[in-house]
């Protein structure tokens, strides 16, 4: 859907229109284009007292190609990203004349600070420090990254409040940092370091001998990426998983070989996340209601994908799910399909209560069950769920749609420790203002306030869910489980 404001401000007349009235000034998205570089440009290094992650995030910058600079805080990184064989040197902040002549040639593309060491709260200056001197150099939708160790982990009470702290930290500084620019922390459990495969040894020449976790790799490519243009204001912990990545793993195919299915794939925000998938590698399934196979079947020739049309509330639908997709098992299972029936609670009848719970929740766990006893679902498969911002901070007139999404969140964290047994993930997405059929459907007072409360002044687009549904889906995103993943360019609401 077009957003007339955000195309005005970004036009020249509108620019100093909205300059001269301080109105919002919502940055064009940099977003992921098979036809550009991915990755490209400066990252700026800094880190606190007895950096952890500055190896594996060498290593990251070393498979992406990106040049580094270093703070004066992060003294380490300089031998170390020598090491590594990377291009690097000395961080020097930005001097603003300079940025007027030269543009964003002399501006970094993201800051990333390891944190990991920090046990006390007066070692937070070193936040300070960095961020102070080098948030000026952060070109436009640009990336900002902070690595902790999860609070719950820490050995003392310092070490917990001084990690937690960086929560309040990381969210201020999407709000600061404006110009279409994201901002997002990082917990790494210890022993979640490298992305290596089993049996490897760093280059800091430590062997891990306990087999290694699947490590940090898929998820700084996603912060760092234009991948995650939406995701800002978002805490993601990183366990400990084996890895199931080698050292011939494609990462522009990531999802070669699997398959995937997506329900509520005809249209909107599931035709988007059927496009994703496939576009990484994935053979897509898209199952939609019988009434859209016209609009099923056209996405699935788009992608060469199949289609199934099923009612997925009625209740042989689990079943027949579990037997067509028998033979061929399922790698990825997205759970998108959702329906709305809005009135405040005094006004909305039994049945509209009803149909919502038993669509978008009952559902969910009716599908599940049934592919988990069949063992449809493969070992270390994945799960990820469309849950909402609904589901987060409840909204006037959807009790019914808001109980179905906080249960989708319910679900995702009750479910993770059983299905870790088998090595499978349980994820969930919770989407803000996406621009779709549905929200152009609002009144015009109602969808600008949702497009312009939020740090990027605008909403987000359907491909910005599938982006991040897609990189939980990730080979590499085995330590992520139990989590809830907000898309909603830092939503003032419910934060």
């Not at 793993?249 to 988007?272: C, K, N, S």
């Not at 990484?280 to 399934?285: D, F, Y």
């Not at 449809?376 to 909402?388: E, N, P, Q």
Request: aromatic share 4%; charged share 20%.
């Amino acid at each position: 859907m077009n957003d007339s404001y955000l195309n005005f401000v970004n036009s020249p007349l509108g620019a100093r229109v909205a300059r001269s009235l301080r109105w919002p000034l919502p940055e064009v998205l940099r977003r992921y284009r098979a036809d550009t570089p991915e990755f490209d440009g400066i990252v700026a290094v800094g880190a606190g007292p007895s950096p952890q992650l500055l190896d594996a995030l060498a290593d990251v910058i070393a498979h992406i190609g990106m040049t580094s600079v270093a703070h004066a805080g992060a003294s380490a990184w300089v031998p170390l990203a020598n090491r590594h064989g990377l291009m690097t040197g000395r961080f020097e902040p930005a001097d603003p004349a300079a940025h007027s002549q030269a543009g964003s040639q002399a501006r970094v593309r993201a800051l990333v600070f390891d944190a990991s060491g920090i046990e006390d709260s007066a070692q937070l200056d070193t936040l300070y420090a960095f961020f102070h001197d080098a948030l000026r150099s952060l070109d436009k939708c640009g990336r900002i990254v902070v690595l902790g160790r999860p609070p719950e982990a820490c050995a003392s009470p310092r070490q917990w409040t001084a990690q937690r702290a960086l929560e309040g930290v990381t969210r201020s500084l999407g709000k600061e940092a404006r110009r279409g620019i994201t901002s997002n922390l990082i917990y790494v459990a210890d022993g979640a370091k490298s992305g290596a495969k089993s049996g490897a040894t760093s280059s800091a020449g430590n062997s891990n001998d306990a087999g290694i976790p699947s490590g940090i790799e898929s998820t700084l490519r996603f912060f760092l990426s234009p991948r995650s243009a939406y995701v800002s204001g978002q805490v993601v912990r990183i366990g400990t998983a084996p890895s199931a990545l080698g050292d011939d793993f494609d990462w522009t195919q990531p999802l070669a070989g699997q398959r995937a299915v997506v329900t509520g794939a005809a249209r909107g925000i599931g035709a988007a996340i059927a496009h994703v998938l496939a576009a990484q590698g994935a053979h897509v399934t898209g199952i939609d209601v019988p009434a859209a196979t016209d609009a099923l079947d056209a996405t699935m020739r788009q992608i060469s994908g199949t289609a199934l049309p099923f009612d997925i509330a009625a209740p042989e639908t689990p079943a027949q799910i579990a037997a067509a997709l028998d033979e061929l098992g399922v790698d990825v299972f997205v759970h998108n399909a959702g329906i709305t029936k809005d009135k405040t609670i005094a006004k909305m009848s039994e049945p509209a209560w009803r149909n919502v719970i038993d669509i978008n929740l009952s559902a969910q766990e009716r599908i599940d069950d049934a592919l988990l006893e069949a063992g449809t679902l493969r070992d270390g498969g994945r799960i990820v769920c469309v849950s909402s911002i609904g589901g987060i901070a409840g909204n006037l007139g959807q009790t019914n749609y808001a109980a179905s999404k906080a249960g989708v969140i319910g679900r995702v964290q009750s479910m993770a420790p059983h299905l870790a047994k088998r090595r499978i993930t349980i994820n969930a997405v919770a989407p803000g203002f996406i621009e779709t059929q549905m929200t152009a459907k609002m009144p015009l007072a109602i969808r600008e306030a949702g497009r312009r409360m939020n740090s990027m002044s605008q909403g987000g687009q359907p491909v910005d869910v599938a982006q991040t549904i897609a990189w939980l889906a990730h080979p590499g995103s085995a330590g992520i489980t139990g989590q809830v993943v907000r898309v909603c360019g830092q939503s003032l609401i419910g934060a």
